[in-house]
């Protein structure tokens, strides 16, 4: 008889700061990541914006772990969630975006 462990955990987020508020000025990047520091199975990334999942375009880019957003303008102004999940449970971090000028 073969016995097989298998050991599972949730995933967990580097910074444990669950709120970042960031101040930009319009033209700015808008670089920001989440960094797993566990989970088994390895932890999904996901990217949301007040509560909608992101996807890439002409000047978002989602890397991963990495949110690149450039020439940020007032109306990307926002909640950013990043979220890491796995089977097991998820992790989150929130960044609060504001841009001058909302």
Not at 42 to 48: E, G, M
Not at 52 to 65: I, P, Q
Not at 80 to 89: D, W
Request: proline share 6%; net charge negative; glycine share 8%.
């Amino acid at each position: 008889m073969i016995i097989q462990w298998v050991f599972t955990a949730a995933p967990k987020l580097r910074d444990s700061t669950k709120l970042t508020r960031l101040i930009l000025k319009p033209g700015d990047t808008f670089n920001i990541a989440c960094e797993p520091v566990g989970g088994t199975p390895p932890p999904v990334i996901t990217w949301s914006r007040d509560g909608h999942l992101l996807m890439t375009s002409s000047r978002a880019d989602v890397m991963g772990n990495q949110l690149i957003v450039t020439s940020v303008q007032v109306d990307d102004g926002g909640v950013y969630t990043c979220t890491a999940s796995n089977l097991v449970g998820e992790d989150y971090r929130v960044f609060r975006l504001v841009v001058e000028g909302e």
